[in-house]
């Protein structure tokens, strides 16, 4: 059973991604300066289509943007799915998780 139980573990240790897909050492150009138009193109999903709206709405102001909550977003017309989507990317920018990438998102 201890020696199941060591190859096991030497299999975890020695091959982390196994099954996992191949991830990139090379790291993706982003953007300088990113205001609330950048912010929402580099989401994508179709949350660029709400970038007017929410320009308005904050002043171009990313740092209004990061700190809007879901009841803001609402009264300007912004789907559940795409408020989601703002709110969960501006949790991962916050903490320095994300950034948005230099090119934008294509709408799939």
Not at 24 to 48: D, H, I, M, R, W
Not at 56 to 77: C, I, M, N, S
């Amino acid at each position: 059973m201890a020696f199941a139980c060591a190859s096991h573990v030497r299999r975890i240790l020695l091959h982390p991604g196994a099954g996992a897909p191949a991830r990139s050492f090379y790291a993706q150009p982003y953007q300088a300066k990113v205001g609330v138009v950048e912010f929402l193109n580099g989401v994508g999903k179709g949350v660029e289509t709400h970038a007017a709206k929410g320009e308005e709405a904050v002043g171009g102001d990313l740092q209004r943007l990061l700190e809007t909550r879901t009841l803001r977003l609402k009264k300007l017309g912004v789907p559940c799915k795409h408020r989601k989507l703002i709110l969960s990317f501006a949790h991962k920018y916050r903490l320095g998780l994300w950034k948005p990438p230099a090119e934008a998102r294509k709408v799939q």
